[in-house]
């Protein structure tokens, strides 16, 4: 079993930063990957970015070189920083964890809720 708790949501202005976070219930060394995913208004919910246990990343192409996904090891924590934030970014982002033992399972935060907005 793994719980993620997400922080960091908000309002932020068209241009500005906002840093996300999700705090694990176990370490992350144990969890194969941890991502972060959104979904906006009559949408999908959709990749944002993934980090793995060894440190590859993998990003969205509407985010790369604007977000930048990593780890706290020691905090349990995967953060995702968002700069350059523009109104389409806005929707709810949830934290992901996957975990292939004993069974391949997916587990998810409550979800945060970013809205990118003059």
């Known amino acids: 079993q793994v719980q993620l708790v997400e922080s960091g949501g908000g309002l932020v202005q068209p241009g500005g930063s906002r840093r996300l976070s999700c705090a694990a219930s176990?370490?992350?060394?144990?969890?194969?990957?941890m991502g972060w995913y959104r979904q906006a208004p009559g949408k999908q919910r959709e990749l944002v970015a993934t980090?793995?246990?060894?440190?590859?990343?993998n990003y969205a192409d509407s985010v790369k070189g604007r977000f930048t996904i990593s780890t706290d090891n020691a905090k349990n924590t995967v953060y995702l920083q968002m700069n350059s934030l523009k109104p389409e970014d806005t929707a709810v982002y949830y934290c992901?964890?996957?975990?292939?033992?004993?069974?391949?399972?997916?587990?998810w935060g409550q979800g945060t809720q970013v809205t990118v907005s003059s």
């Open positions: 992901n964890a996957f975990v292939k033992l004993p069974i391949s399972r997916n587990y």
């Open positions: 176990r370490s992350i060394f144990s969890i194969n990957a």
């Open positions: 980090i793995t246990s060894g440190s590859s990343t």
